[in-house]
């Protein structure tokens, strides 16, 4: 089973003792052995566990912070490095590789013969110059919070080190274990692609001479020159050992074979890419034997029976092996393309394929792609020890004894000339993902009387049960049978769905009936490619092939205004220059001080109960163990979310309301440690009851918060539509989305002289003062909180922050130590709550035509355990969308669950309220038969028009929107292409959707301090602002304005971090309103200075340069400071400040039998008013539809059933957009000409509107799903709940075996 358990972290000690064991010297022969490189220079590690992962070296011994880390599971990408060495088989050569440093042993390093660590702080900084790749990342945009640009920069430079004239698509390919969550991956990619040798004129960069700009700024030497590293003549085997394990590096297969022997009772683990890790976590091995040493273990060789590949070839090498042999055999090519499709590229790199065979040795529900095409092909594997080798088929050797033996090589056998192989491999995503099934297929022929006969067949698959290997029966059937005949494939169907009986018993798969759908789907997909194109008709041929996604491309169009500069003006954030060199400090990137000690969580396992004891006996004797601190030492107030909020515990006093919830903080000189320690502390639980873990089950038990919110009644829903010529009910769903932060929560408290300093990546500071203040019982005043950057927020930040705010300084107050409390993802996952979940429920009544006369919605919230951060009724403002009604009843219930309380994320209410109106839309029209981008046309708000809230729309545009982008967009032929495309593909579908928008800014209850100071000595203007840079390029904008209203350059102006002293009672960063509402307080400042400073200006020359200026205000005893508070009042008819819309249409293309879908193309156009700075804009645009993309098609959280319990905590299981999720072609054009009267300086918010138009992705792959529906006559009304991940789309498209045919 995979279960997540806590991640290896290395054994760490405190910064003062590891700076101790540093030792920064240049070559030493008797170390040799001992030594790593890292940018040039060389680092003993005699005293360092080999297994620390290498990004924890980089962090905490060698201070590097430009690598960040995220996931420890080797799927993100931000710990990205590039790795040199020499080619252990070909003398003279060296390997560059990217390699994710989160798992990767710094003791690994020590088998690779003159190896070169080279990290993002190689290559270039802000003070002595960019790389081009960070320059042009920064130029183009792409980096927005910042946190996993240096990932991407490493990536692109291990390509271009290894190939300087990359294609645009190989560019495109080298992302797949990237995770973005801010920008929509669209920036970054073009950014990439400008070194493309083939990329379009728009992008082209100038290629660049990569070895001319290596130059370290450790050493000011090109940081390729290789002092000699790695295993010497005659060195130690054993290098490490002590109580704990042991470390060896042997150099031949003998030595291998003697230290197996020498340690016979021991299970050993054999050190390659040790990336296995990343999936099973927790597993410790005593013995651990690096192998990579051993050169007799890479070779290769193409011999008569095939190629002979050993177990230390990297599946990347082997991927090219197979693809340079390509000619001797066609079942290379395709398994190198399934290979290809195994983990990322940074895994692939380093991980073997010996190693993803000993995962399905060790857990044989392993969904292990090498064994299925291994098995497929019918490959042997060779096993050895000290008496010598044997060799089996890949099933055989899962039963063999593998203790004390090695796996040595794989033989790959080459085709008969009569054979055939093909594998196929679905999964939730196309990269980085494991399978839901992969199957592989090989088959011989004869040919008798003329007929093409089944010889023999092979069918492997993996995902459907843990025994289910071969389809025996299927394969025998086929025997003799003739290959052109339906009977044939009906015949072998029947059999196969005789065999087929899927596992059940995990909630991590996906539905047993979609998997046997899919062992179907693949086997019909490979028969059909056996026969002749002649055989097939024209309509099952697009069954054979998956779909093709060619390289995405995307146009940004918008204006400006030069003469406004720097206001309207593209340019790049501030920051991103420090973002792309790795040089923004977060606030793990802070060095712990010499006593800074690491706080980690212990969480509940059950989800509603008491707890009944606590034994920490064995955690408190814990080495590096400090403390662990239960309720009862809370001095102040044992909540996270002061008054007027309900209590949230930060530890459980007793009662425990989801699987997940805090119950004790474990504090430790380590954050290893204080993770040690969570695991050896003992809970018992009293009074435990079924706990209600789903939407369904607290409506059938009515468990409700009493306050969800108003009702909004407008006229007569009820009458209105039972007068109506036609009604309709129905019932859709909107599940929870991880806000994914890259940055997971951390806060770090010290205490001092002052109180408590707080470093947080928290989006309300006021709000985590008050609950430090609260829960240590001191005043606000001793509490001085910074924020300085978030790596991403999402709103994940805003409330739930402060749990670890106060895990921190109670641990800091009570300890009187500096305390860092870091959540790990698995961590994070678990104890913070989501997005809110939704069940609405709906009836209407409406005309002919479609127009609406009545709405009555149901919107069941889940709030999880606390109704804190309830939304349900205050986003009803978006409940109509651009629809006119003049009837509604808005209905809110709050449900109560045992799930962590949900909170804010990206777009909250408003995403979900405008699927629902858009989804009532769609089912109107299939009642109906219309078109349902006609029945929204005719449903569209006009100018001057009232909402169901009572507000005027007196710039209403959004007719005119809708039909400008549907005419631009070429709909109506596009729709046409696509039916007649549908027509002729039954197996492929397309589908077209419009979604527009009207979205609600609302100003008030935006508050925020905001200071200008001019310093008097030399005209420079410092900046602080109440809200918080989390990437959405606040503290551009913010200095755009500032230069704009003083007239001064933008490089005058600097913006401060975000302090509780500097902007004290500011409000939360959110709601989209932040950016503007400090824009204006920023403008207020600068205009209270410019008027103050005019009278002394008016005597001066005209052209009396700014600094003379300052300088004579100075003299004249002026204060060169102004403050302004911002607190928007609300309008007398409680009005929002405006409105900003848009249409989104989108298309996408459906394979119906793996229900792996595409969205080929987006427009999107969208007011932003005139926007301040159009680059920053379309950013958030971009990012916020590909966060939505995510949650309408990929991102699904799982809860076990049982207790509530977040099972899919990590990147295994939930997978949010990879960099080939977004839209193929990706276009945004901002509206033109749209001055925003009521906007500061005439703009419009950006940063969650769009996200509300994401939906349109869902609805245009339902549209494919009709299609597919139709073709078997069913044209019936189905909801499409999201997220509409590839099982359920799948499932949706009612495919039936038996309907297939040749
Ligand atoms: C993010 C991520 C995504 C992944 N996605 C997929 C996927 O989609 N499909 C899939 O099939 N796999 C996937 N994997 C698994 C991946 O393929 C394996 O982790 C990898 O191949 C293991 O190789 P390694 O060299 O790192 O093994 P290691 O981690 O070094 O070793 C793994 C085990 O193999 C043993 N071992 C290694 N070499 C030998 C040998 N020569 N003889 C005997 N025992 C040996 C070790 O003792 C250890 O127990 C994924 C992994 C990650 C991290
Ligand atoms: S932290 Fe290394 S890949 Fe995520
Ligand atoms: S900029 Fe990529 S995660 Fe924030």
């Not at 290395?10 to 003792?17: F, G, I, P, Q, R």
């Not at 046409?976 to 589908?991: L, S, T």
């Not at 459906?1150 to 969205?1159: A, F, W």
């Not at 950006?1246 to 869902?1258: A, D, F, I, N, R």
Request: hydrophobic share 35%; glycine share 6%.
């Amino acid at each position: 089973m995979f279960k997540p358990q806590p991640m290896f972290l290395a054994v760490m000690e405190t910064a003062s003792s590891q700076r101790r064991k540093k030792d920064k010297t240049r070559d030493s022969p008797a170390k040799l052995q001992y030594q790593i490189q890292v940018n040039g220079v060389l680092y003993d590690v005699q005293n360092t566990d080999p297994r620390m992962p290498l990004a924890a070296f980089l962090h905490f011994m060698l201070h590097l912070h430009g690598t960040k880390t995220m996931c420890f599971e080797s799927a993100c990408g931000c710990c990205a490095v590039v790795l040199e060495y020499d080619d252990p088989v070909n003398q003279g050569k060296r390997i560059v590789k990217s390699v994710n440093s989160c798992l990767y042993p710094v003791g690994a390093l020590l088998s690779l013969k003159n190896h070169q660590v080279i990290t993002i702080e190689a290559l270039g900084s802000v003070k002595k110059g960019l790389h081009p790749i960070q320059q042009r990342l920064a130029d183009y945009n792409g980096s927005q919070c910042g946190f996993c640009s240096p990932g991407f920069v490493m990536q692109m430079f291990g390509l271009l080190k290894n190939n300087q004239t990359p294609n645009v698509q190989e560019v495109e390919d080298i992302f797949d274990g990237n995770i973005c969550r801010c920008t929509g991956y669209r920036p970054i990619l073009d950014a990439m692609k400008s070194f493309a040798k083939d990329s379009d004129a728009s992008l082209q960069g100038s290629l660049i001479d990569i070895e001319d700009l290596m130059i370290c700024p450790m050493t000011n030497q090109r940081c390729d020159q290789n002092s000699s590293t790695g295993p010497a003549e005659g060195s130690d085997i054993l290098l490490y050992s002590n109580c704990r394990m042991k470390w060896y590096q042997p150099r031949t297969l003998e030595q291998l074979y003697d230290i197996l022997q020498e340690n016979p009772k021991e299970p050993a683990k054999f050190i390659n890419g040790d990336t296995a890790k990343g999936v099973y976590k927790g597993i410790y091995f005593k013995v651990n034997i690096d192998v990579k040493g051993i050169p007799d273990l890479y070779k290769v060789t193409m011999g008569p029976h095939g190629l002979k590949v050993f177990s230390n070839v990297t599946l990347s090498s082997l991927i090219d092996y197979l693809k340079l042999y390509s000619d001797q055999s066609p079942s290379y090519n395709v398994i190198a393309q399934h290979l290809l499709k195994i983990t990322n590229k940074s895994v692939q790199n380093i991980a073997g394929w010996a190693g993803n065979l000993m995962l399905k040795w060790y857990h044989k529900e392993f969904k292990s792609d090498v064994f299925v095409i291994f098995e497929a092909v019918g490959a042997k594997l060779a096993i050895g020890d000290k008496d010598g080798e044997k060799t089996y088929t890949p099933m055989e050797f899962l039963d063999v004894k593998m203790e004390g033996k090695v796996l040595l090589y794989v033989e790959i056998p080459k085709l008969k000339e009569n054979e055939v192989m093909n594998s196929y491999k679905v999964m939730p995503q196309t990269q980085n993902s494991q399978p839901y099934v992969s199957a592989g297929f090989r088959m011989e022929f004869e040919i008798s009387s003329g007929v093409k006969l089944v010889k023999s067949f092979s069918m492997v698959y993996t995902g459907i049960s843990d025994n289910f290997i071969h389809a025996n029966a299927t394969e025998e059937f086929l025997k003799g049978k003739d290959i052109t005949s339906n009977e044939t494939l009906q015949g072998a169907l029947a059999t196969l769905d005789k065999e087929v009986i899927p596992d059940d018993n995990s909630p991590l798969l996906a539905k047993a009936e979609y998997r046997k759908s899919l062992a179907f789907g693949l086997f019909y997909k490979f028969f059909l490619s056996l026969l002749d194109e002649s055989h097939v008709s024209p309509c099952n041929r697009s069954a054979i092939c998956s779909l093709k996604r060619p390289v995405s491309t995307g146009k940004q169009i918008f204006s400006c205004r030069p003469r406004n500069y720097p206001l309207t003006k593209p340019m790049p954030k501030l920051s991103a220059y420090k973002q792309t060199c790795g040089e923004i400090e977060y606030v793990n990137d802070i060095d712990p001080l010499h006593n800074e000690l690491f706080s980690v969580f212990c969480l509940s396992q059950v989800g509603n109960a008491t707890i009944d004891t606590i034994d920490i006996t064995r955690a408190e004797k814990w080495h590096g163990a400090v403390k662990v601190i239960l309720a009862k030492d809370i001095p102040g107030f044992n909540t996270f979310m002061p008054p007027p909020f309900e209590v949230e515990e930060i530890l459980s006093s007793g009662p425990v309301l989801y699987a997940g919830q805090p119950i004790a903080l474990c504090v430790a000189v380590s954050q290893h440690y204080a993770l040690e320690m969570v695991d050896v502390i003992k809970v018992t639980y009293k009074d435990e009851e079924t706990p209600i873990v789903t939407l369904d089950d607290a409506i059938e038990k009515e468990s409700f918060y009493p306050s969800p919110g108003t009702e909004l009644l407008v006229g007569d829903p009820v009458g209105a539509i039972s007068e109506s010529p036609y009604q309709i009910e129905g019932e859709v769903r909107a599940g929870e989305q991880y806000h994914f932060h890259m940055e997971t929560q951390i806060c770090r408290c010290v205490p001092t002289e002052d109180g408590l300093d707080v470093q947080a990546a928290s989006q309300w500071l006021d709000f985590a003062q008050q609950a430090i203040a609260g829960a240590c019982g001191i005043p606000a005043k001793d509490v001085n909180i910074t924020a300085k950057h978030l790596g991403g927020a999402y709103g994940a930040k805003v409330t739930r922050a402060n749990l670890v705010a106060c895990g921190a300084a109670l641990a800091a107050h009570l300890l009187n130590r500096p305390v860092q409390c870091i959540m790990d993802l698995t961590t994070n996952m678990k104890a913070v709550g989501k997005r809110h979940g939704y069940i609405f429920k709906y009836k209407v009544g409406f005309n002919e035509d479609g127009m609406l006369n009545g709405v009555i919605i149901k919107y069941y919230c889940d709030n999880g355990s606390s109704p804190n951060d309830n939304e349900v009724s205050a986003y009803f403002v978006f409940s109509d969308n651009v629809y006119k009604c003049k009837n509604w009843q808005l209905i809110p219930v709050a449900l109560k669950t045992n799930r962590a309380a949900h909170t804010w994320c990206r777009s909250p209410g408003s995403k979900p309220n405008i699927f629902v109106i858009e989804t009532i839309l769609e089912h109107v029209a299939k009642f109906l038969s219309l078109d349902p981008i006609i029945v929204k046309q005719r449903n569209l708000y006009a100018q001057g028009d009232i909402t169901p809230l009572g507000f005027d729309l007196p710039y209403c545009s959004i007719k005119d929107l809708y039909s400008t982008q549907i005419e631009k967009v070429n709909v109506t032929d596009r729709l046409q292409a696509i039916e007649k495309f549908n027509a002729d593909n039954r197996w492929k579908k397309k589908g077209l959707a419009v979604v527009p928008l009207k979205y609600c800014l609302d100003w008030t209850e935006g508050f925020y301090l905001c200071t200008v100071s001019i310093f008097a000595s030399d005209g420079s203007v410092m900046v602080t602002h109440g809200g918080v840079e989390i990437g959405q390029g606040i503290n551009t904008k913010v200095a755009q304005v500032c230069a704009y209203v003083l007239g001064i350059p933008v490089d005058l102006i600097a913006i401060k971090p975000t302090t509780t002293i500097s902007s004290p009672n500011s409000g939360t960063t959110g709601r989209s309103i932040t950016s503007e509402l400090n824009c204006l307080g920023v403008k207020n400042c600068c205009e209270i200075l410019r008027e103050r400073m005019s009278p002394v200006k008016a005597i001066l020359p005209p052209d009396t340069p700014w600094k003379d200026l300052v300088a004579a205000c100075f003299k004249a005893k002026m204060n060169m400071t102004a403050q302004y508070w911002v607190s928007p009042d609300p309008n007398s008819k409680g009005e929002p400040q405006y409105f900003s819309y848009g249409v989104t249409v989108a298309e996408a293309e459906l394979d119906v039998l793996t229900g792996e879908n595409q969205i080929n193309q987006v427009d999107m156009l969208f007011d932003c008013g005139e926007s301040l700075n159009p680059a920053i804009d379309i950013g958030q645009i971009e990012g916020a539809f590909v966060m939505g993309m995510g949650y309408w098609l990929m991102e699904k959280v799982i809860y076990d059933p049982k207790t509530g319990e977040v099972l899919n905590a990590g990147t295994w299981d939930y997978k949010p957009p990879f960099s080939k999720s977004i839209p193929i072609n990706f276009n945004i054009e901002l509206l033109k000409n749209a001055p925003n009267a009521m906007g500061v300086l005439r703009s419009k918010a950006s940063g969650e509107p769009p996200q509300c138009m994401s939906c349109v992705t869902l609805f245009a792959v339902k549209r494919a799903i009709e299609a597919a529906r139709q073709d078997i006559g069913n044209d019936s009304y189905f909801p499409l709940s999201g997220p509409a991940t590839v099982d359920e789309i799948q499932t949706n498209c009612l495919v039936d075996y038996k309907n297939f045919s040749i």
